[in-house]
Each structure stands twice: as C-alpha cells, then as structure tokens.
C-alpha cells in the first residue's frame, strides 16, 4: 500500500509540476527583447528550451541541485564547475535562476561586448562577491575547470597544471601587487592578451 501511495503522490506532482510549467510565462517577452540582443522568436525558442531541459525540475526557475545533472550530461566531472556556474548566473544570490536572468547572461555571454563579457567573467570568479579576485578564487575557478576537461585533454596535464597557470595569471593580472585583482585590472589584463593575440 505505502508503494502504491508513494506512486500515487508522484503522479500527482507530476501533474501539478505539469499545470504550474503550463501556466508560467517569462515577463513580457518585449521587454526582454530590449534588454537583450535577442528577436522575440529567439526569446521563444531559448524559453522552449529552458523549461523542456532544466526547468522541468520547478515552475519558474532553475535551482541548482537541478541544474547539475544537466550540466553533467556534457561534462561528467563538471560539479563544482557546475556549481561556479550556476552562482555566476544566479545574480541575486537565490539559489535560483530564472528564465529572465539566464537569457539576460546569455545575450551578454553570446553577444554582448568584449567589456561585458569580461565583466561577467570577473563576476564568474568573484565568487565571494567582494568585488577582487583573490588567488584562491581564482584556483577554485581553474581547478573547477581542469577537473571537467582536464581528463580530456592531450597531451594529459600534469596534476599541478592549475596551480601553475594561476600563479602566472595572477601575477600578470594583480598589476600593483596587492594581492588581489580589480575588475578594471582584470579587464586590461585580458585586452592586452587580447591585442597581443590579434596582432599579425
């Protein structure tokens, strides 16, 4: 009996899971096509989207215990990237993202301008949210990263490639040695990478 209850009970989330998901709408798709560098069908499409993939797990935003299995259908050992990610989106310090501000991270991530992608970088590494970069954020972050494609990866990276690479990051990026790195620090840093880059 308390198997058929349980069923019983499941269904029946289901169901109202089903009713909510139906009723809910983003707010007023005009509006997110202004404060994005979307058309209304893309809107559409990326809505679509996010409710038949992530959002199936509650009405009207992601939370992130259920973000993380569906990051993890791409990258198997994407948690604590999954995690960093999700804390970049989640602006408002929630524990959940909703459609709004997903697509408002993604115009900016996908079309916005180099500054503001660089600005939403910073944020995806300032993750105590102080405003500075500091040297352990920084190895969380490229750890976080080594960890998801580091196995993936040829020739295989060494197991003290992340610190490596943060000590020589931050030691380019932390332009008057105080042992943190601004945004406007890290913003220069990156544009210098950057001309250095697309030099011929």
């Not at 199936?56 to 299995?69: G, T």
Request: charged residues 25%; contains cysteine; proline residues 4%.
């Amino acid at each position: 009996w308390e198997d058929f209850g349980g069923r019983m009970y499941a269904y029946k989330i289901e169901d109202e899971l089903e009713m909510t998901t139906v009723c809910y709408r983003p707010e007023g798709l005009e509006q997110l096509e202004a404060q994005t560098n979307f058309t209304k069908r893309e809107l559409q499409v990326l809505y679509r989207g996010f409710k038949n993939c992530i959002f199936y797990y509650h009405p009207s935003a992601v939370q992130y215990p259920n973000y993380s299995p569906v990051f993890h259908s791409f990258y198997p050992d994407a948690s604590m990237y999954a995690h960093y990610l999700f804390n970049a989106f989640d602006t408002a310090q929630t524990g959940s993202v909703k459609f709004e501000g997903f697509v408002m991270a993604l115009s900016t991530l996908l079309r916005g301008t180099v500054h503001e992608k660089l600005r939403w970088t910073f944020n995806l590494y300032d993750i105590n949210k102080d405003g500075y970069i500091n040297k352990e954020e920084m190895m969380d972050i490229v750890k976080a990263i080594y960890d998801m494609m580091g196995k993936y990866t040829y020739p295989v990276l060494k197991q003290d490639a992340p610190r490596l690479h943060v000590e020589v990051f931050f030691q380019k990026m932390d332009k008057n040695k105080d042992g943190v790195v601004t945004l406007d620090e890290f913003i220069e840093s990156c544009q210098e990478v950057r001309t250095f880059l697309l030099l011929p």
